[in-house]
């Protein structure tokens, strides 16, 4: 059984780091065609933050996180990542690992496995 795990949130103050790992257990991440991360603050919606494919590293970044936020894999270690950097109080939520079988994500209709998530929360 697909298990994807997420680490690393946590509270901190805007302008702060964090970094995210989702960590795959059940079947190796060579077997997703693409992985990413998503989010959720209370009362809205689960949108995409940045996904990555996992043959060739192509990555897509939402608007608002770009050029702060950079997602990477390690194929060794089954693991991705989400570096987020200089943190605005409106990055805070729950943080989702993603991944697809078949082809990219984009939208939330395109996941095959969610992790439980992570919370970040970010302080003005």
């Known amino acids: 059984q697909v298990q994807l795990v997420e680490s690393g949130g946590?509270?901190?103050q805007a302008g702060d780091s964090l970094r995210l790992s989702c960590a795959a257990s059940g079947r190796t991440f060579g077997t997703y065609s693409s992985m990413g991360w998503f989010r959720q603050a209370p009362g809205k919606d689960r949108?995409?933050?940045?996904?990555i494919t996992w043959r060739d590293g192509i990555t897509y970044y939402s608007d608002s996180v770009k050029g702060r936020?950079?997602?990477?894999?390690?194929n060794a270690k089954n693991t991705v990542y989400l570096q987020m950097n200089s943190l605005k109080p409106g990055d805070a939520g729950v943080y989702y690992c993603a991944a697809?079988?078949?082809g990219r994500i984009r939208?939330?209709?395109?996941?095959d496995y969610w992790g439980k998530g992570t919370l970040v929360t970010v302080s003005s």
């Open 69 to 74: 936020f950079t997602i990477s894999r390690d």
């Open 107 to 111: 939208t939330y209709s395109d996941v």
């Open 10 to 12: 946590g509270l901190v």
């Open 100 to 102: 697809r079988s078949f």
């Open 47 to 51: 949108e995409v933050v940045a996904t």
